[in-house]
């Protein structure tokens, strides 16, 4: 089965704080996502990385980076946190770049900024 | 644009009701389209998908029917169960083959016993 971790379940996090969101992923898949979900908004992809060193912005890229140092790890990076920012926060991967490849989820990470 | 559109929630039904979640799309060209579920707690998985017109993908007694006609992926049920109760996302990938996905808003779905 393929498994994709990520580092927290809860955050609380203060204003303007530097705040890093780890994923990693162990089936070696190349495309790895960054999304943000709020009710009534579905999820909106913010970045995703086709390989590594690599990224494309997404939707929202706004106020937040990414960094992909090695394959099965993906971080997303908030540089100063701001309360807009409080959100559910999922990372994905997938085996390529083919629009039928499944996305494979983790279990979220639950940001507060205060 | 590419965007997916899904009726609002919640929808709460008595075990054993049918079920239909409606999604309707707007895309250019032929994309995939998918169902994904979340249930409490956990991240989001894949239900079912179909990758080309009149395609239907099936999966945990869950349908779907990819209609390019009236560009929609409408999620049926015959029998519903309390396990089922989750939120439910209808998802594009556009025919340039990048990868990404484009998610409805989510329609929650409560069963009751």
């Known amino acids: 089965d393929v498994k994709v971790t990520q580092s927290s379940r809860y955050l609380v996090k203060r204003t303007g704080e530097k705040v890093f969101l780890e994923c990693v992923q162990d089936m070696d898949h190349e495309n790895m996502f960054w999304y943000r979900q709020d009710p009534g908004l579905g999820l909106r992809l913010i970045y995703f990385s086709y390989d590594v060193k690599m990224k494309e912005k997404g939707d929202i890229p706004e106020g937040y980076s990414v960094s992909r140092e090695k394959k099965e790890r993906f971080s997303l990076i908030l540089e100063s946190a701001s309360t807009n920012q409080t959100s559910m926060y999922l990372c994905?991967?997938?085996?390529?770049?083919?629009?039928?490849?499944?996305?494979?989820f983790g279990p979220g990470t639950r940001l507060t900024v205060l | 644009g590419n965007s997916v559109t899904q009726m609002e929630g919640p929808v709460t039904l008595s075990e054993e009701a049918f079920l239909t979640i409606n999604c309707t799309y707007t895309?250019?060209?032929?994309?995939?389209l998918f169902w994904y579920v979340q249930y409490p707690g956990e991240g989001l998985q894949l239900l079912l998908k179909a990758t080309k017109a009149d395609d239907k993908g099936s999966n945990k007694g869950f349908e779907a029917t990819y209609r390019k006609e009236t560009t929609s992926f409408h999620l049926e049920k015959g029998s519903v169960q309390v396990s089922d109760s989750a939120v439910y996302f209808c998802?594009?990938?556009?025919?340039?083959?990048?990868?990404?996905?484009?998610f409805g808003q989510g329609t929650t779905l409560q069963v009751k016993p």
């Open positions: 895309a250019t060209g032929y994309p995939s």
């Open positions: 998802a594009l990938s556009p025919s340039s083959n990048t990868g990404k996905l484009i």
């Open positions: 994905a991967s997938s085996l390529g770049t083919s629009g039928t490849d499944t996305q494979y």
